[in-house]
């Protein structure tokens, strides 16, 4: 089963609630991910030969380190009741996943570095925000990434 863009269509049906699947079909690098009711695609840019139909596996480990720490800052603001009106996170690494995909067999790749910036915005005391910027670092995704992770299962 194929979608309209060629890549192959999702069962959800027959898929094991919990699992976050990806696929890619015979050609290219765009890669079709379900995960429950939701979809996107992931994609090299043209410059190494994807189609850039989306962002690169790099793109959204950031996303997802960067959404897990305005989630974290939002939900303790809340419990705290601090006047936290938004937060804006941004992530950047100078890692190429297409460059980490040629040396991997051979290098240890990934992303070692990353730099972060967080905007506060609200009326937040110095320690309030110092507080949050404390908390931002402590976050599940970040922790999870810190500690390493295991991949276990078959093939």
Known sequence: ?????GSPKFDTQTSDAGWVSARIGSSGYRVDVQTGRHAFAVDEPVSVGGTDTGPTPYDFVLGALGSCMAITLR???????????GVQVQLR??????????????????????????ELSGALTDAQRKRLLDVAARC????????????????
């Open 75 to 85: 939900m303790y603001a809340d419990r705290k009741q601090w006047p936290l009106e």
């Open 1 to 5: 089963m194929t979608s309209p863009s």
């Open 140 to 155: 599940p995704v970040k922790q999870s990434l810190e500690r390493g992770i295991r991949m276990a299962g078959t093939t």
């Open 93 to 118: 690494a100078a890692r190429s996943h297409a460059a980490d995909c040629e040396a991997c067999e051979t290098q240890s790749v990934g992303l070692m570095t990353i730099e972060r910036k967080i």
